[in-house]
């Protein structure tokens, strides 16, 4: 029962423009949200979370919204650089439900062409 | 953020050998660990998860007698793989939970080959 979902196995983006990714939940009781970025080899890196209490949340060129109605949260990355080639994995938690754990995307590969 | 250390960073062993990993904090200390492993194209699969000074809780299909975990101190813990297997191979990353703060890092990976 995948609980945390990334629909979009890759997006391939142009550089200077936004690269969207989506992320969908399933469990209500999460209530914080991470995106993490990977590269092949290597552990994930944080990158920018939000709580269930915000619906945005900014940090450079790094942007999520969550959508709770929907179940559903999205990081925006503009403008979109070569450098953040990687695969991006969403992950969510919820004290009530499974306290610390992360329970993570399938994750999606960002291309950004030069 | 954080500095987390795992070493080895690459392993090749045989079947049926124990492999060792270890997992450090280096500028934090982290009341829980949390070992996941991901295979090729897949998301990271939580393992367990330890407490410093108690034993493991593993989730559901992972062997508990296969995959040991030592969490001796708050900025050590180790993940052993024992008789391992092929199927063992994967790429294990741990996870430690800061005492404070909301964030979790993790380590930069062990990859791990059974031939």
């Known amino acids: 029962d995948q609980q945390v979902k990334q629909n979009s196995p890759s997006l391939s983006v142009q550089e200077g423009r936004i690269s969207i990714l989506n992320c969908d939940y399933t469990n209500s009781m999460f209530d914080y949200f991470l995106w993490y970025k990977k590269y092949p080899a290597e552990g994930p890196t944080f990158l920018i979370s939000i709580s269930s209490i915000k619906d945005k949340n900014e940090d450079g060129r790094f942007t999520v919204f969550l959508n709770k109605s929907a179940k559903h949260l999205s990081l925006h990355i503009v403008p979109s650089q070569p450098g953040d080639s990687a695969v991006y994995f969403c992950?969510?938690?919820?004290?009530?439900?499974?306290?610390?754990?992360?329970?993570f995307g399938t994750g999606t590969r960002l291309a950004v062409r030069p | 953020g954080a500095v987390v250390s795992q070493h080895p960073s690459r392993v090749i062993c045989k079947s049926g050998t124990s492999v060792k990993i270890e997992c450090r904090s280096l500028d934090f200390q982290a009341t829980t660990m949390f070992w996941y492993r991901q295979f090729p194209k897949q998301s990271l699969m939580l393992m367990a998860t330890?407490?410093?000074?108690?034993?493991?809780?593993?989730e559901q299909g992972v062997e508990k007698d296969k995959f040991l975990i030592n969490h001796a101190s708050l900025t050590l813990s180790t993940l052993t793989v024992t008789s391992a297997h092929p199927e063992d191979s994967s790429f294990y990353i741990c996870s430690p939970f800061p005492r404070e703060g909301y964030e979790q890092y993790f380590g930069p990976g062990t990859r791990l080959t059974v031939t």
């Open positions: 330890s407490n410093e000074g108690s034993k493991a809780t593993y």
């Open positions: 992950a969510a938690k919820g004290e009530k439900s499974s306290g610390d754990k992360l329970t």
